[in-house]
């Protein structure tokens, strides 16, 4: 029963999260701060995974590869690369790195 319980539960959040920007869409305050931050939500949503994901990836005992991904990514960045371009080569730098890692003795 509990596990219906959860289950509905996040049925019901996952449509509240996306029926309630619908229906307040012109309700909403449209001025320039307000578009700003808009735009940037999906650019700090997207860090804000990078960051656990780093931290998830320096517990398991892979920093070198880690630096070596952020560096790549933290580059790339600076550069105006794209987001996908950013978490494509930061992801592949660390794949190499800890594929590497595991051959060395």
């Known amino acids: 029963m509990t596990t ?3 289950v509905l539960a996040v049925g019901l ?3 509240l999260f996306r ?3 619908l229906s307040l869409a012109g309700r909403l ?3 320039e701060r ?3 931050l808009i735009r940037r939500a999906g650019v700090a949503t997207l860090t804000a995974l990078l960051v656990t994901s780093a931290d998830h990836g320096a517990q398991a005992g ?3 590869a ?3 991904a952020l560096a790549v ?3 790339l960045g600076l550069r105006g690369g794209s987001m996908l371009r950013v978490v494509l080569a930061g992801s592949a730098t660390y794949a190499i790195g800890v594929g590497v890692l595991a051959v060395l003795p």
């Open 34 to 36: 307000f578009d700003r």
């Open 66 to 68: 880690l630096a070596a």
């Open 13 to 15: 959040g996952s449509f």
């Open 29 to 31: 305050d449209e001025s």
């Open 4 to 6: 219906w319980i959860v």
């Open 62 to 64: 892979n920093d070198v």
């Open 19 to 21: 029926a309630v920007p």
């Open 73 to 75: 990514g933290f580059v």
